[in-house]
Nanobody, 115 residues
Framework: QVQPVESGGGLVQAGGALRLSCAAS????????MGWYRQAPGKEREFVAA???????AYADSVKGRFTISRDNAKNTVSLQMSSLKPEDTAIYYC?????????WGQGTQVTVSA
């Protein structure tokens, strides 16, 4: 069973930076996509960034140029480096691992950006 666990959330001022990490327990995630979604209060969960096993990446338009996703296949980890943070980036950030139709989600980590 794959179980992602996030860490690294917190409170930061606008313009600051945070790094989120996610470690997925279980077998080596060969072929899995990994990435991040986020959910702000009163809003639906939205895609943030993803990275394939081959390290191809994709980003939401709202975070392009500010966030960078990376992964370490040997360690089953994915990271999200966030910079130039804005108050609208405030949300719970969820890590996921995906293979075919199966998604595995973490419990989420809170990111709060103060103005």
């Amino acid at each position: 069973q794959v179980q992602p666990v996030e860490s690294g959330g917190g409170l930061v001022q606008a313009g600051g930076a945070l790094r989120l990490s996610c470690a997925a327990s279980g077998p080596t995630l060969v072929g899995y996509h990994m990435g991040w979604y986020r959910q702000a209060p009163g809003k639906e969960r939205e895609f943030v960034a993803a990275v394939t096993w081959e390290s191809n990446t994709a980003y939401a338009d709202s975070v392009k140029g500010r966030f960078t996703i990376s992964r370490d296949n040997a360690k089953n980890t994915v990271s999200l480096q966030m910079s130039s943070l804005k108050p609208e980036d405030t949300a719970i950030y969820y890590c996921y691992a995906r293979i075919g139709p199966n998604d595995y989600w973490g419990q989420g980590t809170q990111v709060t950006v103060s103005a």
